[in-house]
T-cell receptor
């Protein structure tokens, strides 16, 4: 399967703990995006990379959130000191470089903070 | 903020055509109209996009009003697998990210 993969698919953590999610994009895509989706809402943009460079970050991405894409391949999204409001589905997408390029989404990581 | 307006939900019968409307009265000349859909427990997937002319692909057709202030996604023969949330999105030059609204939840009745 050459689609976007995300791990883990589900994560339950206690408030105050740190969590890290991984996204493996389609191999030939140089752009990688992170979105967050809460129940009943559409996905909200968090950040994106072109190769290893982080080009844009949303205001939603507080200083407790950090994303990396070393070597321009897979990406990780870390949330420090999790809060109950962080409970959501975290979606990763990848695309070729290009204006309005089609984005291919992974299945998401569902985070539950208790 | 999302620049499109869609009904919250719609119902359709299996094997019948479905017309999903979208209003985008503030569309600019360089905005493309994109549709994505999100099946249950999956990430969104691309459906179709267009600028001015109607577009067809294997999944759906996109009908764009002459003034471009509205568009309609057409599923020609709905199946139960088409039950999903459908998002109508405007993407301008330089729009690398996608701004999703709440979309339309489509229910297919057997």
């Amino acid at each position: 399967d050459t689609g976007v993969s995300q791990n883990p698919r589900h994560k339950i953590t206690k408030r105050g703990q740190n969590v890290t999610f991984r996204c493996d994009p389609i191999s030939e895509h140089n752009r990688l995006y992170w979105y967050r989706q809460t129940l009943g809402q559409g996905p909200e943009f968090l950040t994106y990379f072109q190769n290893e460079a982080q080009l844009e970050k949303s205001r939603l991405l507080s200083d407790r959130f950090s994303a990396e894409r070393p070597k321009g391949s897979f990406s990780t999204l870390e949330i420090q000191r999790t809060e109950q409001g962080d409970s959501a589905m975290y979606l990763c997408a990848s695309s070729y470089e290009g204006q309005r390029a089609q984005q291919y989404f992974g299945p998401g990581t569902r985070l539950t903070v208790t | 903020d999302a620049k499109t307006t869609q009904p919250n939900s719609m119902e359709s019968n299996e094997e019948e055509p479905v017309h999903l409307p979208c209003n985008h009265s503030t569309i600019s000349g360089t905005d493309y109209i994109h549709w994505y859909r999100q099946l249950p427990s999956q990430g969104p997937e691309y459906v179709i996009h267009g600028l001015t002319s109607n577009v067809n692909n294997r999944m759906a057709s996109l009908a764009i009003a002459e003034d471009r202030k509205s568009s309609t996604l057409i599923l020609h023969r709905a199946t139960l697998r088409d039950a999903a949330v459908y998002y109508c999105i405007l993407r301008d030059v330089g729009d690398d990210k996608i701004i999703f609204g709440k979309g339309t939840r489509l229910h297919i009745l057997p």
